[in-house]
């Protein structure tokens, strides 16, 4: 890594210091309370609106957005807001669940081969290579064949998938700190090697594998509702936005604006996620400010 | 650079070996059984009788071994074995399929390298200016708006607003090359946007670390013109990173062609192979998968050797 402080004080604008933090701080809260709105979103769904998610109304199919239902209704009749509510819970539980997931397997399994070497590495590794070396979604169809569509198996999938990912981070940066001082200086005070991981590695490991559970979490929404368009997602009638832009992306010529709010929800906290991961990347690890 | 070459060769055969033999094995694992659907589905009750009968047909009622034998017998002499449903040979209908899906990648690849790393190279070159932050921004539009999200965008403007382009479906180029490259826009655009980001991204953070550099400095210093600064001595170094994001993304791409295939109705390997999947038929899903795999691998593979002619480093490390 070459130094980039001289590049980076010519080359960006004269924003002055006190500038640059602003914007910086921005860039962490805005993300920050997207993020926190879908999250209230799918808390209080049920205070949110009087209908449920999979409530049809057939009189009023296809209803613009009106004070009785903020977001319109869908080709069934059914409130926008409302399944939009209930399928961000859907959402954000299969993506928190799968990353949370494979943040600790992965973690555990990737720190624990570079700390011990040897055969387990070997085989560790290869096996995260070997899943690494397929692509995700087909891997994700597949697996989801043999399971059968449900929540828990989506999670199951989708922390599979990651879980390869994880490990190699914190394999990276495992064998980074292995042979400093203060790990050299746990084991000649004759702590047993799990200590030794939970209190000198994991602590001084943790940044890169935050940022990237950050931008997982995004990864894991695409991927969600990505299932969820080809009907391998969370089972019908549950809402889920990924199957809500596919079933009212069909009646497009009648009204678009079914499409419309799922589409923007998804894409929108998926924009949400990376910016926060990319704003923790800055902050947790001040080399990279400016080169990304 | 020999030794090299063969131990990274090597290593690709024997992953893809294990990844074949995990997919042959795993597919007679799959809830529901061919015989039963060829006899009607779930529905249909056939007698035990007529389903022993079917599988003795299909071949179905062998040892896993025996059968697995076979396979890989066939697959050395390009044998890839029957369809269970048509009866037809998969190698025949697999060819058809992934021309299709070529058809869409490559121009979509095309596509994504050539936007995304002049937009990387001029953003990185413009960093004061609103150049910069344009390219930032459609980055990350890139990275997260998703392709069945961007596609019935496509469709809504060109198809519904403009009734420029149909909403999907096919046409070979033999047929109709003018009706191959209208039904061709709206998906290969799809399928690009995503890759297209990550070029972006990758050229333009590429190109500023090489501007920091100490060479930078001296061609500048001696006089050359800022234009063979960067074309000539940023670029090639720049660029090694890239190439490897961008064959990293013949991989994704035919992951999210999965989504694009779906959304535009185009009859690619993808298609395929959710069909066959919803048919289990055994052949057609060991071959496809096979498939994937084999590309996914052995653009990984090409990345590195390539980097390793490039880069002597790597190949003594």
Known sequence: MPSSTLASGTASAPAGWAGRRRVRRLQLLVPLAVVGGVAALAAFAPLLTPYGAETIDPLLRMALPSPAHLLGTDEFGRDILSRVAYGARITLLVSVASIGLAVCVGTLLGSAAAFFGGAIDLLVMRIADGLLSFPPILLAIYVITFLGPSVVNVILVIA??????????????????????????????????????????????AAPLFVQASLGLGHAILLESGLSFLGLGAPPPAPSWGRMIEQSSRFMTLSVWPVVWPASIVSGTVLAFNLLGDALRDWLDPRLRGSV | MKRYLVKRLLSAAVLLWLVGSVVFFSVYLLPGDPAQIILGGLDAHPSPDQLQRVREQLGLSRPVLVQYLGWAGGLVQGNLGRSLISGRAVTDDLSVRLLRTLQLIVPAAVLSTALGVTAGVHAARARSTFMDPLVSGITLLGFSVPVFVIGPILVSIFTLWLKLLPPGGYVGPGESPGGFAVHLVLPATALAAAPMATAMRMTRSSVLEQLSLDYVRTARSKGLAESRVVGQHVLRNALLPVLTVLGLQVGAMFAGSVLVETIFNWPGMNLFLLQALGQRDYPIIQAVVLIAAAIFIGTNALIDVTYAVIDPRIRYG
């Open chain 1, 160 to 205: 599979l998938l990651y879980i390869p990912r994880f490990a190699r981070v914190a394999h990276a940066a495992t064998l980074s700190v292995r042979e400093t001082e203060y790990v050299q200086a746990a084991q000649a005070q004759g702590a047993r090697p799990a200590r030794i991981l939970r209190r000198a590695v994991l602590p001084n490991i």
